[in-house]
């Protein structure tokens, strides 16, 4: 059974850092793209980071580009999310998840997603 489990989040202030970490069980995704996406409330599910089966290829979502990195262990089956700069815009539910593309942007091709990891920011 394939399991993703995120991790890192809690309450941060503003100008602030935070590393997310998501841990994938069950199966190996070393072919596999996977992604960070978020949700606030009220909100449709955002593109956080797209990040390539190798690594090797990140697309940003506009509003994080600059101030967040995706990165990836595939010997450890785990994707990172380096968080700075956060500021209250960045408070979200956050998500990982694994597509079976190399690489996609789009959340409708991703199969496996995580419960999410809440990031609060306070001004």
């Known amino acids: 059974q394939v399991r993703l489990v995120e991790s890192g989040g809690r309450l941060v202030q503003t100008g602030g850092s935070l590393r997310l970490s998501c841990a994938a069980s069950g199966r190996t995704f070393t072919r596999n793209g996977m992604g960070w996406f978020r949700q606030a409330p009220g909100k449709e599910r955002d593109l956080v980071a797209a990040?390539?089966?190798?690594?090797?290829?990140?697309v940003y979502g506009d509003s994080v580009k600059g101030r967040f990195t995706a990165s990836r262990d595939n010997a450890k089956n785990t994707v990172f999310l380096q968080m700075n700069s956060l500021t209250p815009e960045d408070t979200a539910l956050y998500y990982c998840a694994v597509t079976s593309a190399l690489l996609s942007v789009s959340p409708s091709r991703y199969d496996y997603w995580g419960q999410g990891t809440q990031v609060t920011v306070s001004s």
């Open positions: 990040i390539s089966w190798n690594g090797e290829n990140v």
